[in-house]
């Protein structure tokens, strides 16, 4: 007798088990059956926020359903992250975020309500962006050693904007100072595009940014180009030397934008969103569009960007553990 009921208590189970499994997957058959939400997490028109509206749109045409950007700016980026972790895990809300920035942003201010093997579901690295060496057009200065020694001759007096504390621009500042000795103040925004503007308008000195978002000011000559952070010339902006080319070898950074979705997503679901962002990365427009602007469209599996995000987490901890960078 008592054989018996295990035996059907095990078979109840079995049944059970397979009529989830078929719930679950007729739902990701179905997705998305409503609008889904991609997180900013910082203001608009920064690098995240302009390949989410592209995206965006483009998802929203081959889906019928509406991509909702939300910017949720703020704390250097943990505000949007959070929001994220805390959604539903059912692919319908998304965070279009800086990885190294997330990474960073988690490594050093999120430690006790984010973990970032446990509540992220990466999807893609949608593109990588070179960073771009700027100033003001009143700093007298036109090439990287004349940035550095120029910092270096007025301790303190360079105001170096930045995305926001943590930020991958912002790291790319604080190696470079580490480098060279340089005293510069930091004065953080709430993304790319409120650096850039900072910049621009003269209420701050020298910034590095995303090339995504910063290619317009120098074009219009409201930022002075210095340099470029990739290892070769970038084809949108052949004039830019690099840093290498500058007398400043292996100093290379840059911002990679991608799509993460809550831990615990189904598999399923974050396979079609990447392979439904990989198919429009690599439209002939959208892959040109990407490119002009300075951005290499990427499209990378979720197994990779898996991957990807353990080599940042690795790296950045790194980074982080150096006592000349951890106060900055």
């Given at each position: 007798?008592k ?6 208590r ?18 990701d058959?179905?997705y ?5 939400r ?5 203001v ?13 749109a ?32 059912d ?5 279009m975020a ?12 999120g ?7 446990r509540?992220?579901?990466?999807v893609t690295?949608?593109?990588y ?8 057009p ?10 550095i020694?120029?910092?270096?001759a007025q ?16 790291w790319?500042?604080?190696?470079l ?15 790319g ?11 701050a000195?020298v ?18 180009l ?8 970038n084809?949108?902006?052949?004039e830019?030397?690099?840093f290498?080319?500058?007398?400043v070898p ?13 831990g ?14 990989h198919?429009i ?7 040109e569009?990407l ?11 979720p ?18 553990k150096?006592?000349a960078?951890?106060?900055r």
């Open positions: 007798m054989a018996r009921l295990i035996a059907q095990a078979c109840l189970l079995a049944i059970a088990a397979v009529v989830c499994a078929g719930a679950v997957s007729a739902a058959m179905t998305p059956a409503k609008p889904i991609m997180i900013i997490a910082n608009a028109g920064g690098t995240s926020d302009i390949l989410a509206r592209v995206l965006g483009k998802l929203t045409e081959s889906w019928g359903q509406q991509i909702i950007v939300d910017n949720r700016p703020g704390a250097s980026g943990l505000i949007g992250n959070e929001l994220l972790v805390k959604a539903p895990p692919g319908y809300t998304l965070l800086d990885f190294g920035s997330t990474t960073t942003t988690v490594l050093m201010h430690k006790a309500s984010i973990d970032l093997q509540d992220y579901a990466p690295i949608v593109s962006s070179p960073h771009l060496l700027c100033v003001h009143s700093v007298p200065a036109a090439t990287v050693k004349a940035v020694a120029l910092a270096k301790p303190g007096k360079l105001n170096f904007a930045t995305a926001g504390n943590t930020t991958a621009p912002h790319a500042g604080v190696m100072a580490a480098r060279y000795g340089i005293d510069w103040t930091y004065i953080p925004g709430k993304g595009a409120q650096a850039v503007l900072d910049v621009a308008s003269g209420q000195d910034l590095f940014n995303g090339m995504l978002a910063t290619l317009p000011l120098v074009k219009s000559g409201k930022l002075k210095i340099a470029i952070t990739s290892a070769k010339r084809a949108a902006l052949p830019a030397p690099t290498a080319e500058s007398g292996d100093f290379i950074t840059g911002s990679w934008q991608g799509i993460l979705a809550p615990k997503t189904p598999p399923d679901i974050v396979a079609k969103i990447q392979a439904e962002t198919r990365l690599f439209t002939p427009d959208i892959k569009k490119a002009g602007q300075g951005a290499d469209a990427m499209g990378t599996t197994a990779e960007t898996v991957e990807f995000m353990r080599r940042e987490r690795e790296r950045m901890s790194k980074l982080i150096d006592s960078l951890q106060n």
